[in-house]
């Protein structure tokens, strides 16, 4: 497998306590009269993973219901529009995070999402053109892989990040809310079962894995030295709490829009 070939050795640069969360983002051009939350979400990139979800939203709900009607559906895709459109699930996200931030913790985050480490690595991603494709690199790189020190390190940054386990979070709010709106239209529909035990295990780490192996597609112009101080700025106490922060403001929103597709639904 190509993953595997190009990430060995790499779980063994997890930390087992490493916080989770998003990708670190660009500097914010909102400008400063905006709160510091919506710089920090500006930072982040979030419309990236926030502007589709009414759409993946739906075709979820209906491949799970496999049975829905044309006049279930014509219910279902306004009120999913409405319930995810990205400026509710934004401020969903904005209200979270600021609820479970202490005082001055956001601009202390803003500090090097703006103007530091994480903000030059984020530059220098969104200013690379690789020259081959992801596909076409993982074929040339299986045979010729990188440095193990230069896997081990976009590994741990990775980790830092959490951007594999963001994901597979999402997923699974997603999958949540899904049950709940097919529930709606199908009392005797099964209940939701999360992922546990070797199963998430393997999920986790099969995302990891991808995270790892496209970050070093798409970061080969970041020096070694931006990458280990973008990781010690996301191994912060400040970087703990924002990415775990984060991720679980995401997940919480998601299940806000599918409850309200709920409500919209039966009203």
Request: overall charge negative; charged content about 20%; proline content about 7%.
């Amino acid at each position: 497998m190509l993953v595997t070939a190009c990430t060995a050795g790499v779980g063994s640069a997890r930390g087992g306590g490493a916080p989770t969360g998003p990708p670190p983002g660009a500097a914010a051009s909102s400008g400063a009269s905006a709160r510091p939350v919506d710089r920090l979400l500006t930072a982040t990139e979030i419309e990236s993973i926030l502007d589709a979800r009414a759409d993946v939203f739906t075709r979820q709900v209906a491949l799970l219901a496999a049975d829905l009607t044309d006049a279930e559906l014509e219910r279902l895709v306004p009120a999913v529009r409405t319930a995810f459109a990205p400026d509710l699930l934004r401020d969903d996200v904005a209200t979270f995070m600021e609820g479970e931030a202490a005082p001055g913790r956001i601009e202390e985050v803003l500090a090097w999402l703006e103007d530091g480490s994480s903000a030059s690595a984020r530059r220098l991603i969104d200013a690379y053109e690789p020259p081959l494709s992801l596909e076409e690199w993982l074929a040339e790189y299986t045979a010729e892989p990188p440095a193990p020190a230069r896997i081990r390190m976009v590994a741990r940054w990775t980790d830092a990040r959490g951007t594999g386990d963001l994901f597979v979070l999402l997923e699974q709010a997603l999958s949540e809310a899904a049950h709940h709106v097919w529930a709606y239209f199908r009392p005797n529909a099964p209940p939701f079962v999360p992922l546990r035990g070797g199963e998430l295990v393997n999920r986790l780490e099969n995302s990891f894995n991808v995270a790892v192996v496209a970050a070093l597609h798409g970061s080969e112009t970041v020096p070694d030295s931006v990458l280990a101080g973008a990781t010690r700025e996301l191994e912060s106490d400040a970087g703990a709490w924002y990415v775990t922060s984060y991720q679980l403001a995401i997940a919480e929103a998601v299940r806000a829009a599918g409850l309200r597709v709920v409500d919209a639904l039966g009203s």
